[in-house]
């Protein structure tokens, strides 16, 4: 597809329990990011990519959190030893130009989302 | 901390009235600020954004103005169209800054009624 596609939508993991949410980008942007949104607020930043490089993980909420993108194209975030508060979307957005955010002229494309649910 | 706020969680504006959607910044790094609209069920949207040299910019029936002194900024939709129903974030980044990292502010809800 055309899009940022995020598998799965829904995951519901019991506590304790490890998770892989995958990104697929568009092709050919250099940039990935994810984010993190909790219900009712807006994305917060975890990390981002330049191709296969990860030259900010200043989000990661802890050391269980865990992302990579080894080819510089489908990125993986997980988490391990899941937690009710790890309970959110997790959004993954691409965009052409690298520099991250500091030289964003223009849109990032966002992906639907993956939904984590921790019982 | 909250470096983007968007202090109206909601806001219900009549069909083809202006609906005026608030931002507010602490940041006075930030040089670039984005407004992006969800839809529920889908990822955000890219809407309209200016650079900080600017303080006004158009695009069709949205425009966004920006006040650097207030460090503030809003986006005017007019007219409103019950299509435009959703939540809208403000989003700002620095090309200073040494982080990667596009801030958003927590949302506001938009429903245009008929």
């Known amino acids: 597809g055309a899009g940022v596609s995020q598998s799965p939508r829904y995951k519901v993991a019991k506590r304790g329990q490890d998770v892989a949410l995958r990104c697929d980008p568009i092709?050919?942007?250099?940039?990935l990011f994810w984010y993190q949104q909790a219900l009712g607020q807006g994305p917060e930043f975890l990390t981002y990519?330049?191709?296969?490089?990860?030259?900010?993980k200043s989000g990661l909420p802890s050391d269980r959190f865990f992302a990579e993108r080894p080819e510089g194209s489908v990125s993986t975030l997980k988490i391990q030893r899941t937690q009710q508060e790890d309970s959110a979307v997790y959004l993954c957005?691409?965009?052409?130009?690298?520099?991250?955010?500091?030289?964003?002229?223009?849109?990032?494309?966002f992906g639907e989302g993956s939904r984590l649910t921790v019982l | 901390d909250q470096q983007v706020k968007q202090n109206s969680p909601s806001l219900s504006v009549q069909e083809g009235r202006i609906s005026i959607l608030n931002c507010d910044y602490t940041?006075?790094?930030?040089?670039?600020f984005l407004w992006y609209k969800k839809y529920p069920a889908e990822g955000p949207t890219f809407l309209i954004s200016?650079?900080?040299?600017?303080d006004k910019n158009e695009d069709g029936r949205f425009t966004v103005f920006l006040n650097k002194s207030a460090k503030h900024l809003s986006l005017h939709i007019v007219p409103s169209q019950p299509g435009d129903s959703a939540v809208y974030f403000c989003?700002?980044?620095?090309?200073?800054?040494?982080?990667?990292?596009?801030?958003f502010g927590k949302g506001t809800s938009l429903l245009v009624t008929p």
């Open positions: 957005a691409s965009s052409l130009m690298g520099g991250g955010a500091r030289w964003l002229t223009g849109e990032l494309f």
């Open positions: 092709s050919g942007h250099v940039s």
């Open positions: 990519f330049q191709n296969e490089a990860q030259l900010d």
């Open positions: 940041n006075s790094m930030f040089d670039y």
């Open positions: 200016i650079s900080s040299i600017k």
């Open positions: 989003a700002a980044s620095a090309s200073s800054n040494s982080g990667y990292a596009l801030n």
